[in-house]
């Protein structure tokens, strides 16, 4: 497992654990000590996890072994029938989506796929989509409209692919437009921030009726580093841009931005996987059945995102 600085306390005592019962003598008082360790691990992890900086919250967003929306969709979506292509130029793989059923209930699927090793990373891209992903993106919540769908979205983003090439092809009109088609969208949408939520890129696929966000998770208009050598012209001060920022989950809820936190795993959702995933589907499926009590869900989106800007400007 990637350890991260803050972190290394906690991996000490799970070294020392996994010695211990790693000599399997049956040795009442080694399991004894086995048991007061893992007690203090427990209270460690507590501890440091319920005290994270903002900038460290980015690093644990930004874990590597944290599930991505690949991930999600294997542990939640069943028959799943991945759809590729803009129709205009290619197919972008730092955008996965599709048509499955979410727990009996036949949905679409659209997210951001960082990869979780260096080769995988690169094939997607890093998580950072150009135009034709979000067109992509487009053409799906086409499909979804046309079968009354509900729309699952995943967020993981540092932002869209800020290339030459990306941009040659129209990068910011491919995320107008797929902002445009989500407010246009009949059926109930719902966005989870599991990662990063980055920049445009991110709320290209987080105009939702309901955005659901990871505790340990960030979202922001641009990244810490970004931000840093914008407006301090020097990006060695991203832990400061990242306090400024207002980024965190905990940030986020208190100003209405998102509507609800998920819960991970003590520790990060990294150290437990399977329990976040199965934490995410609970909620969506809670949240999918209690969206049945809003009407029009086109005009509930629209006016939900302009009191963004009657109650922030």
């Avoid at 980015?58 to 979506?77: F, K, S």
């Avoid at 989506?97 to 260096?118: Q, S």
């Avoid at 090439?165 to 107008?176: D, N, S």
């Avoid at 797929?178 to 059926?187: D, G």
């Amino acid at each position: 497992m990637i350890i991260l600085d803050f972190e290394k306390s906690i991996f000490e005592l799970e070294a020392k654990i996994k010695e211990l019962k790693g000599l399997n003598t049956g040795d009442l008082s080694i399991m004894e000590d086995v048991k007061r360790l893992e007690n203090k691990r427990k209270k460690l992890l507590r501890r440091i996890y319920s005290e994270l900086t903002p900038w460290q919250k980015v690093l644990v967003a930004r874990h590597q072994e944290r599930p991505h929306t690949t991930d999600y969709i294997n542990a939640l979506i069943d028959d799943f029938v991945p759809l590729a292509g803009d129709r205009l130029f290619g197919n972008d793989l730092a955008i996965i989506a599709g048509i499955g059923k979410f727990r009996g209930i036949a949905v679409a699927i659209i997210g951001h796929e960082k990869g979780n090793d260096t080769e995988s990373r690169i094939k997607h891209n890093f998580g950072m989509p150009h135009p034709e992903g979000y067109r992509k993106a487009r053409r799906v919540i086409d499909i979804a409209d046309k079968f009354r769908l509900p729309l699952l979205t995943f967020i993981d983003t540092a932002g869209a692919y800020p290339g030459v090439g990306a941009e040659e092809r129209g990068q910011a009109e491919a995320i107008a437009r797929c902002i445009e088609r989500s407010l246009q969208f009949k059926n109930p949408i719902i966005a989870t921030i599991i990662g990063e939520g980055g920049s445009g890129g991110a709320i290209a696929l987080a105009v939702a009726n309901t955005v659901l966000m990871l505790e340990h998770s960030i979202y922001s208009v641009i990244s810490p580093e970004g931000c840093a050598s914008i407006l301090y012209r020097n990006p060695e001060k991203a832990m400061e841009a990242a306090d400024a920022l207002k980024l965190t989950a905990q940030d986020l809820i208190k100003f209405k931005i998102i509507d609800d936190v998920i819960e991970e795993p003590l520790g990060g959702a990294h150290r437990d996987p399977t329990t976040m995933m199965k934490t995410v589907g609970d909620k969506l499926k809670a949240t999918l059945l209690g969206s049945s009590g809003i009407s029009d869900f086109k005009a509930h989106r629209n006016d939900k995102f302009i009191n963004f800007c009657r109650n922030y400007s």
